[in-house]
């Protein structure tokens, strides 16, 4: 980490020196190992180091940036000029400019110091752990996809203001995608995944059992039934349906090119009164969990949308500046590009009922475990296909779906959410748990 600071000092000097008003650098490092199975065969496996600085600079409120993926000073010299000839180049742009320094805390559990002997050698057994375990749950299984990844390193920020901050951080994650084939019965495919901050955290063989229960489950799949009512959607068809446009709509980013729905909504309900979301950027063994974000600005605990109600947006130093606000630390990205607004780890807040009780109280629906379509974050109208979903019938999971639709509008239907689960899921950087709407469109083919 000193090693880092010193390269994003090195740079902020050279960049005023030369003549730029305000400067920025961001610089990385790390290592990542990564095993991939496609086709019940392994095929793929790696292990990869790399290192990495982008500078920003601003000179008259124009804005120039360049990357170089060394150290030396001959490379930091190289890009400091070519983003100082960059900026002489660009329109001006009055809220051009870096933040103030914030009071930033570490947070603790984000680094595993076990990641530093996680090799080769380790990751190839757990991805052989996850392909046997599958296809040794049944020999119809047949796993597409498979991969064990782990990463570690570190990242630190200077800026000609003030701000210097580093941290290092540690990640390990696993998916597996397969299907189960019996004659010409052909199942859905399923998705499952598991990740943490320590080497420990995962487990490989859990992921691949519920895959291959998952599969060998949905076979005999049948077309369903066309009509308009209840849908359960597990977290991963809700993280494509409900959380991605909600995504999309707290940036102020959008808000300001007036494309998000949420758009002068603060203070007023698009939800119903079950739907509470956070941005947390300190949950703990959360993927995004940070003590700073891009531009060395410390995020919080945030409320998005609390019983319902529009809380607040997203705000990185630019859309803050447009606003006369101060950043909300969303600031994301890496080295290799100039930040853009991001969540942290998106938190759905768990209901008070279980998955079994939402399905007692239908009496004809669907859930839908995994959704395969198109949804547009800007008017949030969504249609494609259920993915391993079952129908409902009186109260209990029926017969495997296939060639079946739903089509609806997110934002109308927030204000239709009847159930939260009090089971959740973690999915990268988001925490879900199952959600049901009402009046949902669904047809069978």
């Known amino acids: 980490m000193d090693r880092l600071l010193r390269v994003c000092d090195q740079a902020v000097e050279k960049a005023t ?6 400067v920025e650098a961001f610089a990385v490092c790390g290592k990542t190992v990564n095993v991939e199975v496609q086709k019940n065969d392994l095929q793929i496996a790696k292990s990869m180091s790399g290192d990495g600085i982008g500078i920003r600079v601003f000179k008259d409120s124009r804005l120039g940036f360049a990357y170089v993926n060394a150290f030396d000073e001959a490379g930091i010299d190289e890009s400091v000029d070519r983003a100082l000839g960059i900026a002489s180049a660009a329109p001006p742009d009055e809220h051009n400019g870096l933040p103030d320094p914030t009071p930033i805390e570490p947070l603790g559990d984000l680094y595993d110091a076990a990641a530093r002997s996680f090799g080769v050698e380790r990751a190839v057994e757990q991805a052989l752990e996850m392909l046997h375990t599958a296809r040794g749950f049944d020999e119809r299984v047949s796993v597409d996809t498979a991969e064990l990844v782990g990463q570690y390193g570190g990242k630190a920020i200077a800026t000609s203001k003030g701000v210097r901050a580093s941290e290092e951080s540690s990640v390990f994650y696993c998916y597996i995608i397969g299907m189960a084939k019996d004659g010409e019965s052909i199942s859905s495919f399923d998705f499952q995944f598991d990740g943490a901050r320590t080497a420990g955290g995962i487990d490989p063989a859990a992921v691949a059992r519920k895959l ?59 939800g119903a009164p079950l739907l509470s979301v956070t941005d947390d950027a300190t949950l703990k063994d959360g993927f995004s969990s940070t003590a700073f974000d891009r531009e060395g600005v410390a995020p919080h605990v945030l409320s998005i949308i609390e019983d319902g109600v529009l809380r607040n947006y997203l705000y990185d130093g630019y859309t803050a500046r447009k606003e006369e606000r101060a950043s909300s630390g969303h600031a994301g990205g890496g080295a290799g590009a100039v930040p853009s607004i991001s969540t942290t780890n998106l938190v759905f807040s768990a209901g008070e009922t279980s998955l079994a009780d939402m399905i007692a109280g239908i009496g004809r629906g669907i859930l839908v475990t995994r959704f395969s379509g198109n949804v547009d974050p800007v008017s949030g109208d969504f249609s494609g296909s259920v993915k391993g979903g079952r129908m409902i019938r009186s109260g209990k999971l029926a017969e495997p779906l296939c060639g079946t639709m739903i089509a609806g509008n997110t934002f109308d239907l927030l204000t239709k959410i009847t159930a939260v689960s009090k089971e959740r899921e973690r999915l990268f950087s988001d925490v879900l748990p199952n959600i049901q709407l009402e009046e949902v469109t669904v047809t069978s083919g």
């Open 17 to 22: 020196d030369r003549g730029a008003d305000e």
């Open 212 to 270: 291959a229960e998952n599969v060998v489950g949905s076979l005999g799949a049948v077309k369903g039934e066309s009509f308009k009512g209840p849908v359960i959607l597990a977290p991963k068809a809700a993280a494509e349906v409900v959380s991605y446009p909600i995504e999309y709509s707290i940036r102020a980013s959008a808000v300001q090119k007036e494309t998000s729905k949420f758009r002068g909504k603060i203070g007023e309900a698009v």
